[in-house]
């Protein structure tokens, strides 16, 4: 079960987009419209041609004067993806963990209707896979599982300047985003990592994640189904924690 994670130390982040524009290029995705929306967020949301997005919140930093908080979103390639279990039921083989990395990976080829779809992202703690009307099929991030397997870092990775975006085996991943905590926690006390248990893409914040992005932690998610699906999540490995 070891397989590869991501830690995403979003301390470091400074909002250039590099990685989201890498995920673009490498995954060959077309460029998405957008529009003067008053942030400099662009574009709105993740789409079946945005795997990775940015996103910029702006608000009360920890001496009260307003900061940015950069949030480089992403599937988080959960332990037990409760995307595949939906998918398993409703649209077999549209979501495949890969066998060497342990990453999510969707097959578009498998075509579903809205409605299947609805239940994919509704049970999603993440709000992360999106769905393609046209051609029926599921898109998000892959962890570049293709380069991966050849020995290359995912291509958000490979781009990132700042040290934000890191990867490697999952146990090395544990310890660098334990002791980088450790290090944060000495300057913003309210740092931690978002539930490392459970995800490969472990994301380390400095403030409360709410005020990142909605959906950027279990604390965060509103939703019922969102909520009973993150349940579903950690039970079971909090059973393996004890084991
Ligand atoms: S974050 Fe959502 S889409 Fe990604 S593996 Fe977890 S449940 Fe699936
Ligand atoms: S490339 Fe790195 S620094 Fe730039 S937005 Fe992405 S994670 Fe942040």
């Known amino acids: 079960m070891a397989g590869k994670s991501f830690f995403i130390d ?27 929306r008053g942030t400099y967020q662009n574009p709105a949301d993740l789409s079946t041609a945005t795997f990775k997005l940015v996103r910029f919140s702006e608000e009360a930093g920890s001496s009260g004067d307003p900061a940015w908080f950069f949030f480089p979103d992403q599937c988080r390639h959960c332990l037990y993806p409760l995307c595949k279990m939906e998918a398993d039921k409703k649209a077999p083989g549209a979501v495949i963990i890969d066998k060497k990395t342990r990453a999510i990976v969707f097959d578009p080829a498998v075509k579903m209707s809205p409605e299947v779809f609805k239940g994919i992202r509704e049970i999603c703690p993440f709000d992360i896979p999106r769905h393609d009307e046209k ?14 397997s050849e020995g290359m870092l995912p291509a958000c990775v490979k781009s990132c300047p700042t040290g934000t975006m890191n990867f490697g085996d999952r146990d090395d991943i544990l310890k660098m985003a334990a002791k980088r905590l450790d290090e944060v926690k000495k300057v913003h006390r309210k740092a931690s990592l978002i539930i490392p248990e459970s995800v490969r893409a472990i994301f380390l914040v400095k403030d409360d994640p709410e005020k990142y992005h909605r959906f950027a932690s279990r604390e965060a998610e509103v939703g019922l189904t969102r909520r009973m699906a993150l349940r579903r999540i950690l039970d079971p490995v909090a059973r393996v924690v004890r084991s």
């Open 10 to 36: 979003t301390s470091k982040c400074t909002g250039c987009r590099g990685c989201q524009a890498a995920c673009k290029q490498w995954n060959q995705n077309p460029g998405t419209k957008t529009t003067q």
């Open 135 to 148: 051609s029926g099929g599921m898109a998000k991030c892959t962890m570049c599982f293709d380069r991966v």
